[in-house]
């Protein structure tokens, strides 16, 4: 089992989606990075990083990223996602998630996320939310 690099805390945002999968860390100075090993629940049949995955971790990564930019926190919801496949990853590999702020406004947040693996770009994921007015559970 792949462990994290040094700097990585299991990650501590509950999300149903993100515990069912399981094993996913965030950088404890940086809350731009998170990451993971990619293992059987995170896998295709395969045995490669499924699609699927890098989309709802973007989503939680990008939208907890950029939700903290402001004091207190702002709850989001995604408007739009868009993911472009590029790569991929084995089981085993540790997957490195670097998110970019573009705009945290008002009415709309945005960002990206670059997922890297092996030293290569696999995947990137853009993502477009507005402040909600549902309180988080």
């Known amino acids: ?5 040094a700097g990585f805390v299991p990650y501590d945002r509950p999300s149903p989606l993100i515990t069912a999968i399981g094993g996913f860390a965030r950088h404890a100075a940086d809350p731009l990075r998170a990451g993971f090993a990619v293992d059987g629940p995170k896998t295709n049949a395969r045995g ?20 903290v930019r402001t004091d207190p926190p702002t709850p989001l919801i995604t408007v ?4 472009d496949l590029v790569g991929t990853a ?9 998110v970019t702020p573009t705009r945290v ?6 960002g990206t996320a670059a997922f890297t693996a092996n030293g ?11 402040p909600s007015s549902v309180p988080a559970r």
């Not at 084995?90 to 670097?98: C, F, L, T, Y």
């Open 105 to 110: 406004g008002r009415r709309l947040a945005a």
């Open 48 to 67: 490669l990083l499924h699609g699927g995955v890098i989309a709802a971790v973007g989503d939680v990564a990008i939208g907890h990223a950029l939700a």
């Open 120 to 130: 290569r770009v696999i995947a990137t994921v853009t993502a477009l939310f507005m």
């Open 90 to 98: 084995r089981e085993g590999d540790w997957v490195d998630i670097a």
């Open 80 to 83: 739009n996602l868009s993911c």
């Open 1 to 5: 089992m792949t462990t994290a690099p």
